[in-house]
């Protein structure tokens, strides 16, 4: 049995599946003329197969903790859903509730995180963190606010910001789960990889900005359709294909990466593309572009003692600048590949890029992560491993910031 449900703008699959508690395997065995690299138009009419109510019917041998983690949720939480049952174990051919999955979207299995994620898991955070403050560091190209989120008191500040590349969407997700992490364990005063959080936050603030290039980043999640305002620019500039999951830049097709100014005139010249593009054109001028002069102004304001920039191709940490780059730079960035197992790189021949104008600019340590590895995006299997290494390098960073 299944309903019928017209698409809208900013649908996909897996934000259509999630809205009606199904997974995109179900959807799509729904829709036989879809595939899972599609994107949804607009008025697009899907056939959605109705889920019943979660429930469990106990079998033989059955326990709390394995029935839980079928699920995905906690045992603690299956327990109370279901009250009037034996706490110790449930009983062969008892039915029970299943209660929903709780948490931030990046735990989801079918991860596709953009901007509507984003948001979503911000507006759950102001009741859950009184101890985190969300502000906005101005707005994209179509009028999106870049928000930002502030989480200790310290005098020493790091700003880490993910999502500057639109089919890098990946790192807000791993950059949200860290300062969910973070919050939690300040929030519990508990420890988190073994360290006092509430403690480091008094040493240090995290100024995180999670995404650089929503529009980026919806238009890889979402494709285009004739109603959006550059839907034939875009199509011209994309080699009239259809599927944007290379798309790099902004939504003026402008790599955001190289818009700083940091000897962006020999960027310019090194680059090929001389006009918008998927990745790679410099754009006009530096600074040209409303995400770009945002984080700079956002920057210069803000007395960072340390930045680090996620992005994900190649598993490295590129640490230096034209020898720009402060004394400690490197040994730190020894430091942080020792607890990631990622490479610590000294790099040549780039221009431009965030990290570069702020070592230029400020003499400080700045850093590009690059997390994954694989074609981009990549593949939602990668985070939990991602997550293992990312975690430990941006809290070595933090605790390095505190010393
Ligand atoms: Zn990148």
Not at 177 to 191: K, M, Q, W
Request: with cysteine; proline share 6%.
């Amino acid at each position: 049995m299944s309903i019928h449900y017209v698409a809208r703008s900013g649908d996909n699959l897996q934000r259509i599946a999630r809205r009606f508690r199904v997974n995109v395997t179900s959807l799509l065995a729904a829709n036989g003329q879809l595939f899972d690299h599609d994107y949804v138009l607009p008025g697009q009419i899907l056939h959605i197969p109705v889920c019943p109510d979660r429930h469990y019917v106990v079998q033989e041998e059955d326990s709390y903790p394995a029935i839980a983690y079928s699920f995905e949720v906690s045992e603690e939480r299956l327990i109370a859903a279901n009250p009037g049952t034996s706490a110790v174990r449930p009983q062969a051919g008892q039915v029970l509730s299943i209660p929903e999955r709780e948490g931030g979207l990046w735990m989801e299995s079918s991860l596709a995180y953009g901007y509507e994620e984003l948001l979503l898991d911000l507006s759950r955070w102001q009741s859950l963190y009184p101890c985190m403050h969300q502000s906005t560091i101005g707005k994209s190209v179509l009028d999106r606010k870049l928000p930002s989120v502030q989480l200790g008191s310290g005098s020493r500040r790091v700003h880490i910001h993910a999502s500057m590349h639109a089919n890098e969407w990946i790192t807000t997700s791993l950059l949200m789960r860290f300062i969910d992490d973070l919050a939690a364990a300040a929030h519990a005063t508990s420890l988190y990889r073994g360290t006092d959080i509430q403690a480091l936050l008094q040493q240090v603030s995290l100024y995180a900005v999670p995404m650089v290039n929503p529009d980026g980043v919806e238009l890889v999640l979402c494709g285009v359709h004739p109603s959006h305002p550059y839907y034939e620019k875009l199509s011209a500039w994309n080699n009239g294909s259809r599927q944007f999951q290379q798309w790099k830049a902004n939504i003026h097709g402008v790599d955001l990466n190289d818009q700083f100014p940091a000897n962006w005139e020999t960027e310019r010249a090194r680059r090929s593309p001389q006009g918008p593009a998927p990745r790679d054109y410099t754009g006009e001028a530096p600074l040209c572009e409303p995400e770009a002069q945002a984080l700079a102004n956002w920057t210069e304001q803000m007395n960072f003692h340390c930045v680090l920039s996620l992005h994900t191709q190649g598993e490295e940490i590129y640490w230096n600048y034209r020898s720009y780059e402060p004394e400690e730079a490197e040994a730190l960035a020894n430091r942080l590949a020792a607890v990631s197992f990622y490479r610590a790189v000294k790099l040549t021949g780039s221009d431009a890029g965030y990290k570069d104008w702020f070592i230029q600019q400020f003499r400080r340590c700045g850093f590009t992560v690059e997390c994954g590895f694989g074609v981009n995006p990549l593949p939602a299997e990668q985070f939990p491993a991602m997550y293992e290494r990312v975690s430990a390098l941006l809290l070595e960073a933090l605790k390095a910031a505190a010393e």
